[in-house]
């Protein structure tokens, strides 16, 4: 029943990944001023399965002198890594629902950073390393700041599930009472996923395409799809952390919508950052707010702990 429930949810992420691409170029026209998808099918609504099947029925080609198992290897890796992430998803059937799935999260988040960095070395080209050299320093640099911003939230829960975050979020949300810890998380997240204006990983300007430049047909694909389940995944996350995800309600699908859209928006209309500030904002900002901000809600639990006994 676990692997059953857990093969059902897959493939509703899957499903939801090629309604998320319409959704973001649909809204991404708009902003444009112009149509976006509209030709194949109502509305365009089949234009990402006509996608997948182009991509995947492409010509597959690869470097001579790569180093071609891990050239094979990694993407499809990165790939199983994105899906693993949903398995601490807390959903209402049968499924890895465990007291320690915000770690197991942070673990398995932390290990795409290798399948981007092999990726990259593997395809034996210049762009491709140095794009993926890029990318690894920036997930790298805003992880840390991801986890000490994650760790005020799981002080005042005192648990590492995400079921306990729903039911600490029943009456109000961390979103207004950790309102600077909630907008430094959505754009450090927005960093992590390389997500518009920190998208550096694929600088088209000096980069060509970054680290899956040498990456064509079905390999590019499991690229594209790991991506987009990653900010998929990052925005349930949001909406568990801080807008009080219980899965029941109808609420949870209107804040994911919201934070999806959000997304999109800022690709849209925001300018791509500088390299080095996007650094200095990791490092000179992020890092000693957070710090400063954990020991300060670490204090407040502490106070209400000792209060209550």
């Known amino acids: 029943m676990i692997l059953l429930c857990s093969i059902i949810m897959l493939i509703g992420v899957l499903i939801s990944v090629a309604f998320f691409t319409l959704f973001e170029r649909k809204i991404l026209g708009y902003i444009h001023i112009r149509k976006g998808p509209n030709k194949v099918g109502f509305m365009g609504l089949l234009q990402p399965f006509s996608d997948a099947i182009k991509l995947f029925s492409k010509e597959q080609s690869f470097p001579l002198v790569s ?56 395809s034996n080209s210049n762009y491709a390393l140095l794009g993926s050299l890029r990318s690894v320093a920036q997930m790298i640099s805003y992880e840390v700041s991801l986890i000490l911003i994650m760790l005020s939230f799981l002080f005042f829960v005192n648990s590492f599930d995400f079921k306990d975050l729903i039911k600490y979020q029943e009456n109000t949300w961390f979103f207004f009472s950790l309102f600077p810890l909630s907008c430094m ?8 996923t390389n997500r ?87 490092w000179k900002s992020y890092l000693p707010v957070s710090l400063n901000l954990l020991v300060f809600y670490f204090s407040i639990t502490m106070i209400i702990l000792a209060l209550t006994i």
Do not use: H, Q
């Open 67 to 122: 180093n071609l198992i891990l050239f094979y290897l990694s993407p499809m890796m990165n790939f199983i890594f994105a899906l693993l992430l949903w398995m601490c998803i807390p959903v209402l059937s049968m499924s890895l629902i465990f007291y320690y799935s915000v770690l197991f999260m942070l673990c398995v988040s932390s290990l795409s950073v290798y399948t981007v960095m092999l990726s990259g070395w593997s």
């Open 185 to 192: 998380f959505i754009i450090s997240l927005l960093a992590e």
């Open 196 to 282: 518009s204006p920190f998208d550096f990983a694929e600088g088209e300007s000096e980069l060509v395409s970054g680290f899956n430049v040498e990456y064509s047909s079905g390999l590019f694909a499991l690229i594209f799809l790991a991506e987009y389940t990653s900010i998929l995944f990052s925005a349930m996350i949001c909406v568990f952390i801080f807008l009080g995800g219980n899965l029941v309600s109808i609420f949870f699908y209107v804040n994911l919508l919201l934070i999806l859209f959000f997304w999109i928006w800022v690709r849209g209309s925001v300018p791509r950052y500088r390299y080095d500030k996007l650094m200095s904002l990791a």
